[in-house]
């Protein structure tokens, strides 16, 4: 069965720093993974997903995230954070089974200081 | 193009009453996931329908059961509320059910129960 470690619950971050939101899954095949953020009182809205090629993918709104195989994380990237990006993050697993059930990670919740 | 809409956005029940939460999903999407989010467990699964079949069910009891229509439209069903079903209920849609396609959330529905 597949699982997601987001180890950072509270994260503050300074308007124009870098951001880097950890995620560890754990799935004995090749994992379809996916960062997905949620404004308060709001939906989730997909940043970005990765299922298999470059392990560096992009995303909307100048987000990134890298895929290691050998470390089974998926950190999620910004170089510049905006007030705007205070939201939670979520980040999840699914597995190619046929089904598009996703295990999601307990979230991280991004706060950004003028 | 409209988004998912779920209704009501609200919700507030007792003990051992029923409810039930719509999904509209986006139009020409086949494809129905239901989610329960809470602070103390997070983002959990529930259902996955497609062609008004249901594909997959998360692990929670027999009182929490779902359909879809022909026009995809989704509805789920709580029996029996207990204290601890109050959480947001959140609904998403996808063209087909294939793990690599993007989810699009509705804003859910908060179910309150008292």
Redesign the interface.
Known sequence: AQSVTQPDIHITVSEGASLELRCNYSYGATPYLFWYVQSPGQGLQLLLKYFSGDTLVQGIKGFEAEFKRSQSSFNLRKPSVHWSDAAEYFCAVGANTGFQKLVFGTGTRLLVSP | KAG?TQTPRYLIKTRGQQVTLSCSPISGHR?V?W?QQTPGQ??Q?LF?YFSETQ??K?NFPGRFSGRQFSNSRSEMNVSTLELGDSALY?C?S?PT???????F????TQLSVL
Not at chain 2, 97 to 103: F, W
Not at chain 2, 105 to 108: E, L, P
């Open positions: 998912v494809s996931s989610y997070g983002l699964f996955e594909r997959n998360g959140l998403a996808s059910q294939a793990i690599n396609e993007k989810l959330f509705g804003s859910g």
